[in-house]
């Protein structure tokens, strides 16, 4: 009798194809998954770790841990996101937990993340206390949340879950300007102290001073701070403010690169060589915007230039004298700029397409018209900052959002663009506005941070729907 065949159904066969499930016994509790969820976790990860070493044959390996914050942690892995459930348990749990694993950027993307910003939901859901009787005077964040704020010769510092505080003596009386080059390190300055810091936030050391080498060899305080991916921008201006300049430094080694927009001011007309106190980095463009005003008794005038920082060249520039800029900002995502009007208060726009076509008065007013003519200052300590496809602009104790609004037909404005058209809303509840005057205004991760005068904390809004 010949030989039987072997089943068309193989379960006689020797050979079985490796297993895609892989078992884990957490703290005695058993949980399945496939290896290509266990490798979501990273290359360097313990559980990527285990999904290679998994087989069918081999007892399932033990992990001494807790089974309930293992089971958020996977469900975070399969799906990208916290369940639920994880919201009855304790954040800081959670973050040590995903830190054993090596999976704690998993976690940032899903709680962090800028992504999930959302500019009309947004509401206070708490407060960060600050050391001490000195207010807040600069914020600095670094894109998924974290936050250092300068508040007298300290700088306290909040991880990205804002759970996390250490507290730090600089050797400045006050800080005016700063920057988070990363969670670690910070660029500090002020306008009554030479050079620029490289400090280190954990251990309050300075790892680096810059300085601006000026003709008369008097020291450089630092006007303002900015940065883009690859470049350090820092405003200088001579202690004996007759000479500024803005220097460019490599953002990885810190060394120099070029320096722009040296002005010595001898004999020379001051409103054409003001240093800059705001510094922007434009992407889109690869222009740096650089403004600065003054206070005269004409009243108060200013310059805002666009740099290419390549050439040393000023693509385009703006001279104000008619109700100067109070604050400025600019936002590639509506390819305009946004000024508050010192005298009148109001918000204007400018569209940077203007600019390029060299428009001598490319500003148009979003408010009341008639307020410019007024005498009064009425823009004095308003802030205003852009962050994504909205405009946030404080007057007081408000903080009033502008969004663009598109409408069924354009109108040609006096520079021959298109007329735009933008709407206000005043942001938050009833119970979440008013009280004193904002004096700092910025972004990080999913979140809005905000500072008051006189008060020692700073305000975190964001979307409460997302829970933690």
């Known amino acids: 009798m010949a030989p039987s065949a072997l089943p068309r159904n193989g379960f006689k066969q020797n050979h079985r194809p490796?297993?895609?499930?892989?078992?884990?016994?957490?703290?005695?509790?058993?949980?399945?998954?496939?290896?290509?969820t266990l490798t979501l976790a990273g290359p360097?990860?313990?559980?990527?770790?285990?999904?290679?070493?998994?087989?069918?044959?081999?007892?399932?390996?033990?992990?001494?841990?807790?089974?309930?914050?293992?089971?958020?942690?996977?469900?975070?892995?399969?799906?990208?996101?916290?369940?639920?459930?994880?919201?009855?348990?304790?954040?800081h749990d959670l973050i040590s937990e995903s830190q054993f694993y090596g999976i704690e950027t998993l976690m940032i993307d899903s709680i962090s993340n800028p992504s999930h910003f959302d500019a009309f939901n947004l509401e206070k859901s708490l407060t960060l206390p600050l050391n001490g009787r000195d207010s807040p005077s600069v914020i600095a964040t670094t894109p998924f949340g974290s936050v250092h704020v300068a508040h007298g010769s300290k700088i306290t510092s909040f991880d990205w879950s804002?759970?996390?505080?250490?507290?730090?003596?600089?050797?400045?009386?006050?800080?005016?300007?700063?920057?988070?080059?990363?969670?670690?390190?910070?660029?500090?300055?002020?306008?009554?102290?030479?050079?620029?810091?490289i400090v280190d936030l954990g251990t309050g050391s300075v790892r680096e001073t810059l300085s601006w080498e000026n003709?008369?060899?008097?020291?450089?305080?630092?006007?303002?701070?900015?940065?883009?991916?690859?470049?350090?921008?820092?405003?200088?201006?001579?202690?004996?403010?007759?000479?500024?300049?803005?220097?460019?430094?490599?953002?990885?080694?810190?060394?120099?690169?070029?320096?722009?927009?040296?002005y010595e001011i001898f004999g020379a007309?001051?409103?054409?060589?003001?240093?800059?106190?705001?510094?922007?980095?434009?992407?889109?463009?690869?222009?740096?915007?650089?403004?600065?005003?003054?206070?005269?008794?004409?009243?108060?005038?200013?310059?805002?230039?666009?740099?290419?920082?390549?050439?040393?060249?000023?693509?385009w520039e703006v001279h104000e004298k008619v109700d100067c800029f109070s604050d400025l900002t600019v936002s590639e995502e509506l390819s305009a700029m946004f000024k508050i009007g010192v005298n009148s208060g109001e918000v204007f726009y400018a569209d940077l397409r203007s600019l390029s076509l060299g428009v001598e008065q490319p500003w148009v007013c979003l408010g009341d018209k008639r307020k410019m003519v007024s005498g009064k200052k009425e823009g004095v300590g308003c802030r205003i900052e852009s962050h994504g496809s909205q405009v946030y602009c404080s007057k007081g104790g408000v903080l009033e959002l502008w969004s663009e609004v598109a409408v069924g037909s354009r109108k040609s404005?006096?520079?021959?663009?298109?007329?735009?058209?933008?709407?206000?809303?005043?942001?938050?509840?009833?119970?979440?506005?008013?009280?004193?005057?904002?004096?700092?205004?910025?972004?990080?991760?999913?979140?809005?941070?905000?500072?008051r005068k006189d008060q020692q904390y700073v305000e975190v809004w964001q979307n409460s729907a997302r829970g933690y």
């Not at 730090?168 to 620029?196: C, K, N, Q, R």
């Not at 054409?272 to 600065?292: D, E, I, R």
């Open 18 to 36: 490796e297993s895609n499930i892989a078992t884990i016994d957490v703290g005695g509790q058993l949980f399945q998954t496939t290896k290509q």
């Open 44 to 91: 360097d990860s313990l559980l990527s770790k285990i999904s290679d070493s998994a087989a069918p044959h081999l007892p399932p390996p033990f992990i001494d841990r807790d089974p309930e914050l293992f089971s958020i942690l996977l469900s975070l892995l399969r799906t990208g996101n916290l369940p639920s459930k994880a919201k009855a348990l304790d954040l």
């Open 162 to 197: 804002l759970r996390k505080k250490a507290t730090i003596l600089t050797e400045f009386s006050a800080v005016d300007s700063m920057l988070a080059a990363s969670t670690e390190l910070a660029a500090v300055g002020a306008t009554d102290f030479s050079g620029l810091q």
């Open 215 to 262: 003709v008369t060899r008097s020291g450089s305080t630092v006007q303002a701070i900015g940065s883009s991916q690859e470049s350090l921008f820092v405003s200088f201006e001579s202690s004996r403010r007759n000479s500024n300049s803005i220097m460019i430094y490599d953002l990885n080694t810190m060394c120099p690169v070029n320096e722009i927009g040296h």
């Open 269 to 315: 007309q001051i409103n054409s060589a003001l240093p800059a106190t705001k510094l922007k980095w434009v992407p889109g463009y690869n222009l740096l915007m650089a403004s600065g005003s003054h206070s005269g008794p004409s009243g108060v005038c200013g310059n805002i230039k666009f740099w290419d920082i390549r050439s040393g060249n000023v693509a």
């Open 413 to 451: 404005s006096g520079g021959g663009s298109e007329a735009r058209h933008f709407r206000k809303n005043v942001m938050g509840r009833m119970k979440d506005m008013g009280g004193s005057r904002i004096t700092n205004l910025t972004f990080g991760g999913n979140k809005m941070f905000m500072t």
